[in-house]
Nanobody, 126 residues
Framework: QVQLVESGGGLVQTGGSLRLSCATS????????MGWFRQAPGMERELVAT????????DYSDSVKGRFTISRDNAKNTVYLQMNTLKPEDTAVYYC???????????????????WGQGTQVTVSS
């Protein structure tokens, strides 16, 4: 059974930092793009960051560029999202996702990701 399990969420003050982790099991995604999405109440799920199979290509939404960093450790089957200088508008449930198609680039569209974690809550207080 394929699983993506996020961890590292929590409550943090404005300007603080959190590091999210996404551990995968059941199959390897070492040759696949991975992404982090988030969804705030009443809002659509949006892409936060995406990374290609070896970490050589990354991209971010404009709202987090310069503050968040996506990375991966294929030996540990884990993808990370380092979030710095957090703002109240970053409050959301954060989801990890994997695109199981053989693709050496990055994937932007949520519908093209076919494995998802359950999400981890990030709350930034003002």
């Amino acid at each position: 059974q394929v699983q993506l399990v996020e961890s590292g969420g929590g409550l943090v003050q404005t300007g603080g930092s959190l590091r999210l982790s996404c551990a995968t099991s059941g199959r390897t995604f070492s040759l696949n793009p991975m992404g982090w999405f988030r969804q705030a109440p009443g809002m659509e799920r949006e892409l936060v960051a995406t990374i290609n199979w070896n970490g050589g290509i990354t991209d971010y939404s404009d709202s987090v560029k310069g503050r968040f960093t996506i990375s991966r450790d294929n030996a540990k089957n884990t993808v990370y999202l380092q979030m710095n200088t957090l703002k109240p508008e970053d409050t959301a449930v954060y989801y990890c996702a994997a695109d199981s198609r053989l693709n050496y680039g990055i994937t932007y569209v949520a519908s093209e990701y076919d494995y998802w974690g359950q999400g981890t809550q990030v709350t930034v207080s003002s």
